[in-house]
């Protein structure tokens, strides 16, 4: 039976470990943060429901606590209680999980399916953990999607998992670090400005590796390719940035896509599960506003359509430079906002620069 109620919150330094695993509250709290600090305690409304084998009990608005009881939550090691940071990169969210005394993961990805649950659990596009570096690398980054399939990299978790880091080692100002993924090694900064630019590596266009069944049209790359879909021609330019995409600007009877009107619950399965994928693939539909400014909508191989997608963005700068339509510098907006891509010519690498926030800290038993 679920059940609602009115809470007065105090301030984050009253916050207990009780409080944190009250018995009102036996299967899940966690403590919910806005962008911006708060000087007063605040009164909402808090609710409960439950499903067998998964339970989510309430939730609250308090302000931002400081580095010191960040890190103190943080560092509690409670048996069967997991800790996490839910952090979003333009809407794209993620459950930050710190995992550095293990080169395993905390969680199953059928645990992280419950907990990205948006009903039932935490809610989140995906679960990331991180893991002490190998090969010489500062940290691992390992994430399992919203259906427990595991990418091999994500642009917009990867500047949430900089922030993440930063805030573990309680670290200030810029700040650099080496993470090895699934993609290889990538670099993130973080910028004064709190934003974080990120190396993405270079782009790899070769279709074998993408990987894409199409033919080759463009030396070993496919570019403006013919793609049928459910009796539609689509021209497509498919890029890997570490994971496959497929980048489309139009079809064959429609040579400029208005992007808001696309049924993305509709098609984007259709591209994610074409037989021309055998990795599946993530898919951009994208429109052109001029030669630095485009706008696109993801549907994202194991979280279907998203606000946000960082690879994503990246693919679609060098799809749309292979293409003729861009400049190798662009805007991307995508549906949670705004994303500064560069595929600099100098080194052949693609830099993405964009925010992560902190949403809120909470725990779960196991």
Avoid at 253 to 264: A, E, H, I, R, Y
Avoid at 349 to 360: D, K, L, Q, R, W
């Amino acid at each position: 039976m679920a059940i609602a109620a009115a809470i007065r919150l105090l301030p984050p330094t009253a916050v207990s470990r009780r409080s944190l695993s009250s018995s009102c509250s036996p299967s899940f709290v966690f403590l919910r943060l806005s962008s911006s600090s708060f000087q007063q305690p605040s009164t909402v409304k808090a609710t409960a429901g439950q499903r067998p084998g998964f339970s989510v009990f309430s939730s609250m608005s308090i302000q931002t606590p400081e580095k010191s009881s960040t890190a103190s939550f943080l560092d509690r090691k409670e048996s069967g209680i997991l800790h996490f940071v839910k952090y979003h990169g333009l809407g794209n969210d993620f459950i930050l999980v710190d995992n550095r005394d293990s080169s395993e993961p905390k969680i199953t990805p059928e645990q992280a399916v419950k907990l990205c649950d948006r009903n039932f659990g935490i809610g989140a596009d995906g679960v990331i953990f991180a893991m002490p570096g190998i090969n010489g690398t500062d940290y691992t980054m390992r994430i399992f999607n919203s259906d427990g399939s595991e990418p091999e990299m994500c642009g917009n978790g990867v500047r949430c998992f900089a922030r993440f880091i930063a805030e573990l080692e309680n670290l200030n100002g810029r700040q650099s670090f080496t993470v090895h993924t699934g993609a290889g090694l990538i670099i993130p900064e973080i910028q004064e400005d709190g934003k974080v630019r990120v190396d993405m590596g270079e782009p790899i266009l070769k279709a074998s590796d993408v990987p894409t069944k199409l033919p080759p049209n463009n030396d070993q790359s496919v570019v403006k390719a013919k793609l049928d879909v459910d009796g539609l021609t689509w021209n497509v330019t498919c890029v890997s940035m570490g994971n496959p995409h497929c980048v489309t600007f139009d079809t064959e009877s429609s040579k400029d896509l208005q992007v808001d009107g696309l049924n993305l619950a509709e098609i984007g399965p259709k591209f994610e599960h074409h037989v021309m994928f055998p990795a599946r693939t993530n898919t951009e539909f994208v429109q052109v506003f001029s030669p630095s400014h485009l706008k696109m909508r993801v549907w994202e191989r194991g979280a279907g359509a998203t606000l946000a997608c960082g690879t994503g963005a990246c693919a679609v700068v060098v799809a749309a430079v292979l293409e003729g339509r861009a400049e190798r510098s662009c805007t991307v907006d995508l549906p949670g906002g705004p994303l500064d891509i560069e595929w600099r010519e100098a080194d052949n690498h693609v830099y993405m620069t964009g925010p992560a926030e902190v949403v809120f800290y909470g725990s779960v038993p196991l």
